[in-house]
């Protein structure tokens, strides 16, 4: 099982929809988490940090159920400008931080 | 103002040979990391050091080899090429290396070892 587990999509979407991502971990004592955003042929950029209560940053909501080791982003409103891979990004201490990142989900958004 | 520089941003080179790529951050930062992602686009991370010391060293062929001169360099040096290799490999930096920090990225070192 990978350490950190998304639906590789690709997600094809209007815009204006709602598309939520979903993202699982096998490291029950990870305690850091991350979604990154890529756009092609360029280095991943934090989207947003999540944390235990949920968080929103303008169209842009993510939770962590650390019961079920499960993340998940949820983007309102899509722009044409969203269209990016998202990473899910878990982070677990092994001696040593390490920050496990997901294959992540393409997402397309269409006019 | 770039603030994780890396250079080349192409390298295309023949199997057997050595090279390396060199990372700069002007952030300031402690920790500092080269990642690997291949053409199934999993980033993965090879190394990761703190003040110049190594603090993570992931299963990486010892053909690769990192150094850190000061705490705002991160150079990797890559012998006896292989196509295996062929991969972008990205520098990234952090503040503390604490886990709970961004990471961020420079634009990326694409490899091509034919």
């Known amino acids: 099982r990978k350490e950190v587990e998304q639906d590789p999509g690709p997600f094809n979407v209007p815009e204006g929809a709602t598309v939520a991502f979903n993202c699982t971990y096998s490291n029950s004592a990870s305690q850091s988490f991350f979604w990154y955003r890529q756009d092609c042929r360029k280095e991943p950029k934090l989207l947003m940090s999540?944390?235990?209560s949920g968080n929103e940053d303008g169209r842009f909501t993510a939770q962590l159920n650390r019961a079920s080791q499960y993340i998940s982003l949820l983007i309102r409103d899509s722009k044409l400008s969203d269209s990016a891979t998202y990473l899910c990004?878990?982070?677990?201490?092994?001696?040593?931080?390490?920050?496990?990142f997901g294959a992540g989900t393409r997402l397309f958004v269409k006019a | 103002d770039t603030a994780v520089s890396q250079t080349p941003k192409y390298l295309v080179t023949q199997m057997g040979n050595d090279k390396s790529i060199k990372c700069e951050q002007n952030l300031g930062h402690d920790t500092m990391y080269w990642y690997k992602q291949d053409s199934k686009k999993f980033l993965k991370i090879m190394f990761s050091?703190?003040?110049?010391?190594?603090?993570i060293n992931e299963t990486v062929p010892n053909r690769f080899s990192p150094k850190s001169p000061d705490k705002a360099h991160l150079n990797l040096h890559i012998n006896s090429l292989e196509l295996g290799d062929s991969a972008v490999y990205f520098c990234a930096s952090s503040q503390q290396g604490s886990g709970s920090e961004k990471l961020f990225f420079g634009s990326g070192t694409q490899l091509s070892v034919l």
């Open positions: 050091y703190n003040n110049k010391e190594l603090i």
């Open positions: 999540v944390y235990s």
């Open positions: 990004v878990v982070v677990a201490n092994t001696g040593g931080f390490k920050t496990i």
